[in-house]
């Protein structure tokens, strides 16, 4: 077994979306021949609340290591737990490799702060180590052109720290190819340096199964005679102007959606609030909050989550304007087996996802110059939704298709690409 350190500010019981990307690689890198160990700041320092239920899908056997890190302080200064603790993790990581024989170091972004951590161990060992881009790092968030806005010097600080984290890394990975591509063109000398490659969150099929075993029962909502929908996950930026499309067209062909409704889970913009509305602003532009539209802006544990999707008559996809957004949330929504209705950018990997495997029907659409694709097809795309989902079976999809994009799968593709380093 070649044993390989991933670095992980959060990671189970931390309830954040981009845990599973390192619980999965290392719940299923042994059988392809990786020991991991995870690197991870101890939960008492997380802000959200710890989910206990999620820590159960970790295997027993698995190590972890944990560390300390700064607490938040009031006023809140620096909430990112890679910042926080970045010198905790940095000396652990360090410890580790030189007590013990570690074969590479691999640290998911975000938080994008610890990547830095890669070029310090490469320097002081001489071990290599991969950077998963999760999410872009150099990006232009809205406010990010405001100059001395927090985004505009987040924005300045990662285009200065980006350069130095990548510069001696062996590989370089990321959900879509589109999220790690603009690195490489950024800083062209790594094209001769680094192996690269892309995976998409994988879905765990025994994560649905985990739900009966645990008794989790719905509390958001119950099932009733209405059709739901159910989106679950957070709300990028560039996602609100396709919903805004939607809820316009809804509004205007109000009596076909008087039996059907629209529930938003952990679309908040703070993840422990559960006042910080997102949806329920746009929703009531339109008159239909409350009625056809309903927004849960808290975040949920993970296996709630599942146990709402499983009550729910349909899974909601929403895409973005980006081309390279791939929604982790289409592999768990096909794992939920109920028929899934989605509204994505044409170039984004799920829109293939879904329609070769016959999990869902798609509105695709070519990022904001297309957005009024959206208002004029949305209706047509909806009625032949009603036809798929009164016919839909899960025995319907293609589920041998799907396997490549099984969590154990993903973990494959990352093994393979480990192992061309390592040779």
Excluded at 151 to 166: F, G, I, M, Q
Excluded at 333 to 352: F, M, N, R
Excluded at 382 to 389: I, M, T
Aim: with cysteine; proline share 6%.
């Amino acid at each position: 077994m070649r044993k390989i350190l991933i670095i992980s500010p959060h990671y189970p019981p931390s309830n954040l979306a981009a845990v599973h990307r390192s619980r999965l690689f290392a719940q299923h890198l042994p059988f392809y021949g990786w020991d991991p160990v995870i690197l991870t700041v101890h939960e008492k320092f997380y802000e959200e609340q710890p989910d206990w239920h999620l820590h159960q899908l970790i295997p027993t056997d698995q190590r972890i290591e944990k560390t300390g890190a700064y607490r938040v302080t009031k006023p809140r200064l620096i909430g990112d737990i890679g910042l926080r603790a970045f010198f905790q993790l940095r000396k652990k990581a360090l410890q580790l490799i030189q007590n013990e024989k570690f074969d590479f170091v691999y640290i998911p972004i975000p938080s994008f702060y610890i990547a830095i951590i890669g070029s310090y161990l490469h320097r002081k060992t001489g071990i290599r180590y991969g950077i998963d881009y999760i999410d872009p790092w150099v990006h232009q968030f809205p406010g990010s052109d405001k100059m001395f806005s927090r985004h505009w010097w987040s924005t300045k600080l990662a285009k200065y720290l980006e350069p130095r984290a990548v510069k001696n890394c062996s590989l370089i990975t990321g959900v879509a190819t589109g999220y790690y591509q603009p690195v490489l063109e950024r800083n062209p000398d790594l094209l001769t340096n680094v192996i690269t490659g892309s995976m998409p969150y994988g879905g765990e099929a025994s994560d649905h199964l985990k739900i009966k075993e645990l008794n989790i029962e719905p509390y958001l909502f119950q099932k009733k005679s209405t059709l739901k929908f159910v989106y679950a996950g957070a709300m990028l930026p560039k996602a609100y102007k396709p919903l805004e499309q939607i809820f316009k067209t809804i509004s205007a062909n109000d009596l076909v959606f008087e039996n059907i409704e629209f529930h938003f889970i952990g679309t908040g913009s703070r993840a422990n609030d559960a006042e910080s509305f997102n949806i329920r602003p746009l929703a009531e532009k339109y008159n239909l909050w409350n009625r056809i539209v309903f927004e849960y802006p808290q975040r949920i544990p993970y296996l709630d989550v599942l146990v709402h999707l499983a009550i729910a008559d349909a899974v909601f996809i929403l895409g973005s304007t980006e081309p390279h957004y791939t929604p982790s949330k289409t592999y768990q929504a096909v794992l939920s087996s109920k028929p899934i209705l989605a509204i994505l950018h044409s170039d984004s990997t799920a829109v293939s996802v879904l329609k070769n495997s016959n999990a869902g029907i798609v509105l695709d659409f070519n990022g904001e110059e297309d957005l009024n694709k959206i208002s004029e097809n949305f209706m047509t795309v909806f009625r032949e939704f009603n036809s798929f989902k009164n016919q839909y079976s899960i025995a319907q999809v293609d589920m041998s298709y799907f396997e490549q994009f099984s969590a154990k799968a993903v973990t494959g593709l990352l093994a393979n690409l480990l192992n061309k380093v390592i040779a």
